[in-house]
């Protein structure tokens, strides 16, 4: 089973940028598509950014032009950098996977990384 770590959230002023990352490890495995999510108090997880094993991309519309995510396919590393990021971008960010192991693929889950745009 591939476990997934996010890392890099933390306090930033309106208009000031971060960058989150996501490394999955395990044995045995490879990661197909993998995802950025969002939750903000009181709201339902919606879709960030995602891209898929061949490097496509696609954003929510609330970030397109100021986050961008990217991938370390040699390190199993994810990435997303956030520009420009405005209080309503307050939220906990969630790394998603789509892995496969011998005979099975599955989806897993990191325990989320808080963002804070306050100033």
């Known amino acids: 089973q591939v476990q997934i770590v996010e890392s890099g959230g933390g306090l930033v002023q309106p208009g000031g940028s971060l960058r989150l990352s996501c490394a999955a490890s395990?044995?045995?495995?490879?990661?197909?598509?993998m995802a950025w999510y969002r939750q903000a108090p009181g709201k339902q997880r919606e879709l960030v950014a995602a891209?898929?094993?061949?490097?496509?991309?696609n954003y929510a519309d609330s970030v397109k032009g100021r986050f961008t995510i990217s991938r370390d396919y040699v390190n199993n590393t994810m990435y997303l950098q956030m520009n420009s990021l405005e209080p309503e971008d307050t939220a906990v960010y969630y790394c998603?996977?789509?892995?496969?192991?011998?005979?099975?693929?599955?989806?897993?889950w990191g325990r989320g990384t808080q963002v804070t745009v306050s100033s």
């Open positions: 395990g044995s045995r495995f490879s990661i197909n598509a």
């Open positions: 998603w996977a789509r892995a496969s192991s011998p005979n099975t693929q599955y989806n897993t």
């Open positions: 891209i898929t094993s061949g490097g496509s991309t």
